[in-house]
Protein backbone atom coordinates (compact mmCIF):
# COMPACT_ATOMS: atom_id res chain seq x y z
CA UNK A 1 0.00 0.00 0.00
CA UNK A 2 1.00 3.55 0.12
CA UNK A 3 0.94 4.37 -3.72
CA UNK A 4 1.80 8.09 -5.28
CA UNK A 5 1.40 8.61 -8.58
CA UNK A 6 2.30 12.00 -10.68
CA UNK A 7 1.40 13.25 -13.96
CA UNK A 8 2.78 13.88 -15.80
CA UNK A 9 6.27 11.98 -15.70
CA UNK A 10 8.02 14.60 -18.20
CA UNK A 11 6.85 18.15 -19.86
CA UNK A 12 8.93 20.16 -22.31
CA UNK A 13 7.34 23.67 -22.47
CA UNK A 14 8.30 27.04 -24.07
CA UNK A 15 9.35 29.61 -21.72
CA UNK A 16 6.81 31.97 -20.28
CA UNK A 17 4.19 28.99 -20.48
CA UNK A 18 2.51 27.75 -17.50
CA UNK A 19 2.67 23.89 -16.36
CA UNK A 20 0.51 22.05 -14.00
CA UNK A 21 1.58 18.77 -12.23
CA UNK A 22 -0.70 16.23 -10.18
CA UNK A 23 -0.14 14.25 -7.26
CA UNK A 24 -2.29 11.47 -6.68
CA UNK A 25 -2.45 9.28 -3.69
CA UNK A 26 -3.64 6.05 -4.86
CA UNK A 27 -4.83 3.76 -1.64
CA UNK A 28 -4.49 5.60 1.10
CA UNK A 29 -5.48 9.70 1.96
CA UNK A 30 -3.18 12.26 2.49
CA UNK A 31 -3.74 15.06 4.89
CA UNK A 32 -0.46 16.14 4.12
CA UNK A 33 1.91 16.71 0.83
CA UNK A 34 4.82 18.14 0.39
CA UNK A 35 6.46 19.22 -2.90
CA UNK A 36 10.09 18.62 -3.59
CA UNK A 37 12.31 20.08 -6.39
CA UNK A 38 16.09 18.21 -7.38
CA UNK A 39 18.35 19.47 -9.70
CA UNK A 40 21.05 17.28 -11.11
CA UNK A 41 23.06 15.48 -8.25
CA UNK A 42 21.78 17.49 -5.51
CA UNK A 43 19.30 16.53 -2.68
CA UNK A 44 15.56 16.97 -2.24
CA UNK A 45 14.66 20.96 -1.17
CA UNK A 46 11.36 20.84 0.32
CA UNK A 47 9.08 23.68 -1.59
CA UNK A 48 6.06 23.78 0.31
CA UNK A 49 3.56 21.60 2.26
CA UNK A 50 -0.18 21.49 1.45
CA UNK A 51 -2.57 20.38 3.74
CA UNK A 52 -5.90 19.18 2.22
CA UNK A 53 -8.44 22.47 2.32
CA UNK A 54 -6.11 24.62 3.24
CA UNK A 55 -3.41 27.42 1.80
CA UNK A 56 -0.07 25.61 1.43
CA UNK A 57 3.23 26.40 3.51
CA UNK A 58 6.42 27.72 1.53
CA UNK A 59 9.50 27.47 2.29
CA UNK A 60 11.79 30.33 2.28
CA UNK A 61 12.93 31.69 -1.26
CA UNK A 62 9.73 29.77 -2.71
CA UNK A 63 7.82 32.17 -4.38
CA UNK A 64 4.07 31.63 -3.81
CA UNK A 65 2.63 33.33 -6.74
CA UNK A 66 4.74 31.57 -9.14
CA UNK A 67 4.55 27.86 -7.45
CA UNK A 68 0.65 27.55 -7.01
CA UNK A 69 -0.22 24.82 -5.29
CA UNK A 70 -3.39 23.31 -4.38
CA UNK A 71 -4.95 20.38 -2.33
CA UNK A 72 -8.59 20.09 -3.01
CA UNK A 73 -8.83 16.36 -2.10
CA UNK A 74 -7.84 13.83 0.41
CA UNK A 75 -6.02 12.68 -2.68
CA UNK A 76 -5.12 14.96 -5.31
CA UNK A 77 -2.40 18.03 -4.90
CA UNK A 78 -1.45 20.09 -7.94
CA UNK A 79 1.44 22.17 -8.55
CA UNK A 80 1.57 24.96 -11.13
CA UNK A 81 4.54 26.16 -12.27
CA UNK A 82 3.56 29.91 -13.19
CA UNK A 83 5.86 31.59 -16.39
CA UNK A 84 8.24 29.22 -16.24
CA UNK A 85 11.70 29.71 -17.16
CA UNK A 86 14.95 27.64 -17.83
CA UNK A 87 15.90 27.99 -14.11
CA UNK A 88 12.72 26.37 -13.27
CA UNK A 89 13.85 23.16 -15.31
CA UNK A 90 14.15 20.42 -12.66
CA UNK A 91 12.88 17.11 -11.47
CA UNK A 92 9.52 17.91 -9.35
CA UNK A 93 8.40 15.14 -6.57
CA UNK A 94 5.63 14.94 -4.45
CA UNK A 95 5.05 12.64 -1.27
CA UNK A 96 2.23 12.16 0.87
CA UNK A 97 1.51 11.75 4.51
CA UNK A 98 -1.38 9.66 5.65
CA UNK A 99 -3.90 10.82 7.67
CA UNK A 100 -4.50 9.97 11.33
CA UNK A 101 -1.03 8.79 11.52
CA UNK A 102 1.60 9.75 14.36
CA UNK A 103 4.57 8.51 12.36
CA UNK A 104 6.31 11.00 9.39
CA UNK A 105 7.07 8.67 6.98
CA UNK A 106 6.45 9.98 3.55
CA UNK A 107 5.52 8.32 0.53
CA UNK A 108 7.06 9.29 -2.30
CA UNK A 109 5.48 10.01 -6.40
CA UNK A 110 8.13 8.84 -9.38
CA UNK A 111 8.42 12.81 -10.20
CA UNK A 112 8.16 15.02 -13.04
CA UNK A 113 10.50 16.10 -15.18
CA UNK A 114 10.14 19.61 -16.31
CA UNK A 115 11.86 20.96 -19.04
CA UNK A 116 11.80 24.82 -20.24
CA UNK A 117 12.84 25.72 -23.66
CA UNK B 1 15.56 25.14 11.06
CA UNK B 2 17.04 21.38 10.88
CA UNK B 3 20.34 21.39 9.60
CA UNK B 4 21.60 17.42 8.16
CA UNK B 5 24.70 17.05 6.67
CA UNK B 6 25.95 13.81 5.01
CA UNK B 7 29.10 12.43 4.84
CA UNK B 8 30.60 11.07 2.42
CA UNK B 9 29.21 12.53 -0.82
CA UNK B 10 30.75 9.71 -2.73
CA UNK B 11 31.45 6.03 -1.46
CA UNK B 12 33.16 2.99 -4.02
CA UNK B 13 33.20 -0.21 -2.16
CA UNK B 14 34.03 -3.55 -3.98
CA UNK B 15 31.01 -6.11 -3.82
CA UNK B 16 31.19 -7.87 -0.59
CA UNK B 17 32.56 -5.23 1.54
CA UNK B 18 30.64 -2.79 4.11
CA UNK B 19 29.62 0.55 3.11
CA UNK B 20 28.91 3.23 5.92
CA UNK B 21 27.09 6.54 5.43
CA UNK B 22 27.19 9.27 8.65
CA UNK B 23 24.71 12.14 8.86
CA UNK B 24 24.52 14.70 11.75
CA UNK B 25 21.48 17.36 12.18
CA UNK B 26 21.31 19.93 14.06
CA UNK B 27 17.72 20.15 16.21
CA UNK B 28 17.50 17.94 19.05
CA UNK B 29 13.90 17.70 19.15
CA UNK B 30 14.24 15.51 15.58
CA UNK B 31 12.78 12.27 16.44
CA UNK B 32 12.59 10.63 13.17
CA UNK B 33 14.88 9.31 11.22
CA UNK B 34 14.43 7.91 8.10
CA UNK B 35 17.07 6.68 5.20
CA UNK B 36 15.88 6.52 1.48
CA UNK B 37 17.48 5.54 -1.60
CA UNK B 38 17.24 7.02 -5.29
CA UNK B 39 18.09 5.15 -8.38
CA UNK B 40 18.92 7.66 -10.98
CA UNK B 41 15.69 9.35 -12.69
CA UNK B 42 13.43 7.30 -9.96
CA UNK B 43 11.52 8.54 -6.88
CA UNK B 44 13.38 8.04 -3.45
CA UNK B 45 12.46 4.67 -1.98
CA UNK B 46 12.35 3.99 2.19
CA UNK B 47 14.43 1.40 2.88
CA UNK B 48 14.71 2.05 6.72
CA UNK B 49 13.94 4.61 9.25
CA UNK B 50 14.71 4.99 13.25
CA UNK B 51 13.07 6.47 15.63
CA UNK B 52 14.39 8.76 18.37
CA UNK B 53 13.28 6.04 21.24
CA UNK B 54 15.61 3.60 19.40
CA UNK B 55 19.47 3.00 19.47
CA UNK B 56 19.86 0.51 16.54
CA UNK B 57 17.52 -1.03 13.79
CA UNK B 58 18.55 -3.80 11.46
CA UNK B 59 16.63 -5.45 8.40
CA UNK B 60 19.03 -8.16 6.86
CA UNK B 61 22.03 -6.12 5.17
CA UNK B 62 21.02 -2.69 6.54
CA UNK B 63 21.08 -1.55 9.68
CA UNK B 64 20.90 2.28 11.17
CA UNK B 65 22.13 3.49 14.42
CA UNK B 66 21.17 7.00 16.38
CA UNK B 67 23.05 8.55 18.92
CA UNK B 68 20.63 11.16 20.48
CA UNK B 69 23.57 12.87 22.81
CA UNK B 70 25.95 13.31 19.21
CA UNK B 71 23.32 14.33 17.08
CA UNK B 72 24.02 11.96 14.49
CA UNK B 73 22.88 8.44 12.97
CA UNK B 74 24.57 6.08 10.43
CA UNK B 75 23.54 3.59 7.96
CA UNK B 76 25.95 0.36 7.69
CA UNK B 77 24.96 -1.52 4.50
CA UNK B 78 26.85 -4.79 4.89
CA UNK B 79 27.61 -7.64 2.19
CA UNK B 80 27.32 -5.25 -1.08
CA UNK B 81 25.62 -5.92 -4.06
CA UNK B 82 25.98 -4.18 -7.15
CA UNK B 83 22.14 -3.57 -6.93
CA UNK B 84 22.89 -1.14 -3.75
CA UNK B 85 24.47 1.06 -6.23
CA UNK B 86 22.31 4.40 -6.14
CA UNK B 87 22.50 7.64 -4.50
CA UNK B 88 21.36 7.51 -0.44
CA UNK B 89 19.81 10.40 1.58
CA UNK B 90 19.07 10.74 4.65
CA UNK B 91 17.18 12.81 6.79
CA UNK B 92 15.80 14.04 9.37
CA UNK B 93 12.32 15.58 10.86
CA UNK B 94 11.02 17.57 14.21
CA UNK B 95 7.13 16.13 13.67
CA UNK B 96 4.19 17.77 14.45
CA UNK B 97 6.17 20.97 15.78
CA UNK B 98 7.28 21.62 12.02
CA UNK B 99 4.30 20.44 10.00
CA UNK B 100 6.40 17.15 9.97
CA UNK B 101 8.66 18.24 7.19
CA UNK B 102 11.75 16.22 6.55
CA UNK B 103 15.17 17.80 5.98
CA UNK B 104 17.56 16.06 3.57
CA UNK B 105 20.85 15.37 4.04
CA UNK B 106 22.88 16.32 1.07
CA UNK B 107 23.19 12.57 -0.41
CA UNK B 108 26.06 9.89 -1.05
CA UNK B 109 26.54 8.25 -4.49
CA UNK B 110 27.53 4.76 -3.60
CA UNK B 111 28.80 2.77 -6.08
CA UNK B 112 29.96 -1.35 -5.13
CA UNK B 113 32.30 -2.60 -7.90
CA UNK B 114 31.67 -6.23 -9.20
Known amino acids: GAVVSQHPSWVICKSGTSVKIECRSL??????MFWYRQFPKQSLMLMAT?????????EQGVEKDKFLINHASLTLSTLTVTSAHPEDSSFYIC?????????????FGPGTRLTVL | GENVEQHPSTLSVQEGDSAVIKCTYS??????FPWYKQELGKRPQLIID?????GEKKDQRIAVTLNKTAKHFSLHITETQPEDSAVYFC?????????????FGGGTRVLVKP
Open chain 2, 27 to 32: DSASNY
Open chain 2, 91 to 103: AASIGQAAGNKLT
Open chain 2, 50 to 54: IRSNV
Open chain 1, 27 to 32: DFQATT
Open chain 1, 50 to 58: SNEGSKATY
Open chain 1, 95 to 107: SGRRGGSSYNEQF
